[in-house]
T-cell receptor, first 112, second 113 residues
């Protein structure tokens, strides 16, 4: 059974204070690891897909990295508009249908 | 381009009532999904479909039913609502290519009292 654990559960940063969110996973043959952003009262919004260990992807102040056991979402010089819940999910080889297994998320609050 | 559209956005049901959550997508995706999200529990897969006429159970299917008569629509049916079904429900869709991202709707917040 695929499992995803995210830490910390919640994180408060000052504007400009860089940090990282962690996503640890176990999966039967990784097809892809996904990062999503979710704002209150909204559906998850896709950020990145990582496919193999060593891969990195960047978008504005966000950078996602992947190892064989975990992924990090690095936030550089965050702004208040980066405040959201960040979700990590994996897709394994077991079963069909491109199903995702999600972690419980990290709630990020960036303050002025 | 609307993406994935869910209706209603909010609903209050009494125990034992039935309702259908509607989901439609205009991206011509073959794969569609229903998830529920509870506080501190993450998103859990209820049912999914890989094409019109084909559906399968996810992780938490009990108390729900689905149908897929067209590529665009994937309604979720609650037959006898229970308080344990109080949750936020998200519909999503994706292309069938492996490891492609899913696009989510805005959610339906359901309360069963």
């Amino acid at each position: 059974e695929d499992q995803v654990t995210q830490s910390p559960e919640a994180l408060r940063l000052q504007e400009g204070e860089s940090s990282s969110l962690n996503c640890s996973y176990t999966v039967s043959g990784l097809r892809g690891l996904f990062w999503y952003r979710q704002d209150p009262g909204k559906g998850p919004e896709f950020l990145f897909t990582l496919y193999s260990a060593g891969e990195e992807k960047e978008k504005e102040r966000l950078k996602a990295t992947l190892t064989k056991k975990e992924s990090f979402l690095h936030i550089t010089a965050p702004k208040p508009e980066d405040s959201a819940t960040y979700l990590c999910a994996v897709q394994g080889r077991a079963g069909g249908g491109n199903k995702l297994t999600f972690g419980t998320g990290t709630q990020l609050k960036v303050e002025l | 381009n609307a993406g994935v559209t869910q209706t209603p956005k909010f609903r209050i049901l009494k125990i034992g009532q039935s309702m259908t959550l509607q989901c439609t997508q205009d991206m011509n995706h073959n794969y569609m999904y229903w998830y529920r999200q509870d506080p501190g529990m993450g998103l859990k897969l209820i049912y999914y479909s890989v094409g019109a006429g084909i559906t399968d159970k996810g992780e938490v299917p009990n108390g729900y039913n689905v149908s897929r008569s067209t590529t665009e629509d994937f309604p979720l049916r609650l037959e006898l609502a229970a308080p344990s079904q109080t949750s936020v429900y998200f519909c999503a869709s994706s292309y069938e290519r492996v490891a492609t991202e899913a696009f989510f709707g805005q959610g339906t917040r359901l309360t069963v009292v």
